[in-house]
């Protein structure tokens, strides 16, 4: 299994924060994804970090990828109450079938 | 963007009657996948179709399951003989070698 560990599961923060959430995994991969779910949705693909890369920006997202610690980062900046969602990580592993699993997620609320 | 599309996006069904349910993935991708999500936990695997076969299947997708690809566009998950706990959204996913997925909106499938 491929499957991405999120952390932590729940996250409350005041609109204008930044909010953090990690990813840890356990084979060596060839990128990792995070994704998004408004409630009782699909989830949304947010960004793909190839192995290769160290940060990668999308608007107020920032994804840092640690392939030495096995770990990745989901920064939001400047949250806004619209971000409230989960929030997922899912792995494409070096030399296997792209089976995309995923964990609990990372609840983030944002209040206004 | 282009999307994938899922019918119908609500099934009400007595238990032990069987249910298709309907996808039509993005015309270029070549991997297909079926997810399904209960009320309140996480997005399960259930399987993933690549080449008209499936190529990975998860513990949940038992004989009471099946996939088909019909034609050159559909994509089906059938549920033979349903049980309470089928009960959940599933959704039909799918993707281009090594790139992001893309999700349906789900179906809201409640077993009475």
């Known amino acids: 299994s491929q499957q991405g560990e999120e952390d932590p599961q729940a996250l409350s923060i005041q609109e204008g924060e930044n909010a953090t959430m990690n990813c840890s995994y356990k084979t060596s991969i060839n990128n990792l994804q995070w994704y998004r779910q408004n409630s009782g949705r699909g989830l949304v693909h947010l960004i793909l970090?190839?192995?290769?890369?160290r940060e990668k920006h999308s608007g107020r997202l920032r994804v840092t990828l640690d392939t030495s610690k096995k770990s990745s980062s989901l920064l939001i900046t400047a949250s806004r109450a619209a971000d409230t969602a989960s929030y997922f990580c899912a792995t494409d592993i070096t030399g296997g079938s792209y089976i995309p699993t995923f964990g609990r997620g990372t609840s983030l609320i944002v209040h206004p | 963007e282009p999307e994938v599309t899922q019918t119908p996006s609500h099934q009400v069904t007595q238990m032990g009657q069987e249910v298709i349910l309907r996808c039509v993935p993005i015309?270029?991708?070549?991997?297909f996948y079926w997810y399904r999500q209960i009320l309140g936990q996480k997005v399960e695997f259930l399987v993933s179709?690549?080449?008209?076969?499936?190529?990975?299947k998860s513990e949940i997708f038992d004989d009471q399951f099946s996939v088909e690809r019909p034609d050159g566009s559909n994509f089906t998950l059938k549920i033979r003989s349903t049980k309470l706990e089928d009960s959940a959204m599933y959704f039909c996913?799918?993707?281009?070698?090594?790139?992001?997925?893309?999700f349906g909106s789900g179906t809201q499938l409640s077993v009475l």
């Open positions: 015309s270029n991708h070549l991997y």
């Open positions: 996913a799918s993707r281009r070698t090594g790139e992001k997925l893309f």
């Open positions: 970090i190839r192995s290769n890369e």
């Open positions: 179709f690549y080449n008209n076969e499936i190529s990975e």
